[in-house]
Structure formats: structure tokens, C-alpha cells
């Protein structure tokens, strides 16, 4: 089993609102990660989260805050986005296989920021 | 200079070709090297990885790897319209934490 789970799928925000992105793995793996994508561009890592703590911060603006309240589960708290913001975030985990890590996706979710 | 590099697309091939994507990389200490399909609106889809020099089979995809040029590929053999997508390299280049992903190669099959 490879699942990893994201929700909302779809989200709207106004420039003011706070909402929260959640992400779930069930699979044991130890790293998680977010990533923002924009169309035709590769996922671009925001954060990593290493045993539950935060291991890396692609100098990511303070308006997106990751939590990573157990090994299963992974948030990023919103405030204050940019229209500049609306892309796809994509939640990942990874684990070690025999010869190395191997990193699977979660579904994203579609944020606009209007 | 880019990290992962990738042919630039669109790449077309007919149905029943073979389809040949690239991808190169630029820290020699890198260990895993991975390939991912992502259809339009959808989220990139683990199809291949391979951690030695040499090829690796998966049904209709063989993935080759050669760290001594820093290069690796995948080809898709039987190029059917399903496998109409785009091709995101990616190379873990630190401690199993980072990975790095390249431009991708957007790929259409002609029926």
C-alpha cells in the first residue's frame, strides 16, 4: 500500500482568510514532505519533516506554517496568501527500500487564492 | 547550472514506437534516481527507480542508469496514447531527505 491522502482536493481563499491543508500516511514512512506545484513547472519542495521534526525550510514565506503533529499525519497551516500562491500542493512520504529512498505523492490540493 | 535536466519536449512518438526520455545530473554523490509520470491535473505516479548502473525492467519501461556520465533514461517500449503524460526525473541527492526533481518531459503518443 502506497496511499497518501490530502484534503481538501479543492480549496478557495480570500487574501485574509486562515485555513489548513492535512495530509495522511498510514504506511510507517518516517519522512514527510510538502511541495507547491504550478502548472507546466516541477513540484518545488517547500518543507521536509524528519521524524516528526521539521529537518527542512526552502526559505519558505512565514504565511505558510507546516505542523507535524504524529508520525502519520502533516498540515500547513495558510494566512495571509498572494494570488501568487494559487497552485498545487502536493504532500508526499518516503521511505527506505532495499537500495534507497523511494518518495510517493499524495493527490495535491487545487488552491486559489482570490 | 540546473541540478536535473531533462529533454526539453514536446517529445511525439507514434503508437507502438518506442518513447526515449533523458535526464542528467549534476552532484556525482547522488544515490537513487527515480522516474515519475504525471498526467495533466493529477499528481506525479512512481513508475521506476534504480539505484546501480545498468538497466532495470519493468513491463514496458527500462530505466538505465550510467554515474560515471551522471545520465539516466527511461525508455517505454509499446508507446500506447495512455502513456500521453509528462516524465518528471528525480534525483535523491542527500541522505534519503531531498529530492530533486527536473523540468520534465511532456510526452504524446500519436494513435
Known amino acids: 500500500d502506497t496511499e497518501v491522502t490530502q484534503t481538501p482536493k479543492h480549496l478557495v481563499m480570500g487574501m485574509t482568510n486562515k485555513k489548513s491543508l492535512k495530509c495522511e500516511q498510514h504506511?510507517?514512512?518516517?519522512?514527510m514532505y510538502w511541495y507547491k506545484q504550478k502548472a507546466k513547472k516541477p513540484p518545488e519542495l517547500m518543507f521536509v519533516?524528519?521524524?516528526?521534526?521539521?529537518?527542512i525550510n526552502e526559505s519558505v514565506p512565514s504565511r505558510f506554517s507546516p505542523e507535524c503533529p504524529n508520525s502519520s499525519l502533516l498540515n500547513l497551516h495558510l494566512h495571509a496568501l498572494q494570488p501568487e500562491d494559487s497552485a498545487l500542493y502536493l504532500c508526499?512520504?518516503?521511505?527506505?527500500?532495499?537500495?534507497?529512498?523511494?518518495?510517493?505523492f499524495g493527490p495535491g490540493t487545487r488552491l486559489t487564492v482570490t | 547550472q540546473k541540478e536535473v535536466e531533462q529533454n526539453s519536449g514536446p517529445l511525439s512518438v507514434p503508437e507502438g514506437a518506442i518513447a526515449s526520455l533523458n535526464c542528467t545530473y549534476s552532484?556525482?554523490?547522488?544515490?537513487?534516481f527515480f522516474w515519475y509520470r504525471q498526467y495533466s491535473g493529477k499528481s506525479p505516479e512512481l513508475i521506476m527507480s534504480?539505484?546501480?548502473?545498468g538497466d532495470k525492467e519493468d513491463g514496458r519501461f527500462t530505466a538505465q542508469l550510467n554515474k560515471a556520465s551522471q545520465y539516466v533514461s527511461l525508455l517505454i517500449r509499446d508507446s500506447q496514447p495512455s502513456d500521453s503524460a509528462t516524465y518528471l526525473c528525480?534525483?535523491?541527492?542527500?541522505?534519503?531527505?531531498?529530492?530533486?526533481f527536473g523540468p520534465g518531459t511532456r510526452l504524446s503518443v500519436l494513435p
Open positions: 508526499a512520504s518516503s521511505q527506505e527500500a532495499r537500495d534507497g529512498y523511494e518518495q510517493y
Open positions: 504506511m510507517g514512512h518516517r519522512a
Open positions: 519533516y524528519s521524524y516528526e521534526k521539521l529537518s
Open positions: 552532484d556525482r554523490v547522488s544515490q537513487s
Open positions: 534504480i539505484y546501480s548502473n
Open positions: 528525480a534525483v535523491n541527492m542527500r541522505y534519503g531527505q531531498n529530492f530533486v
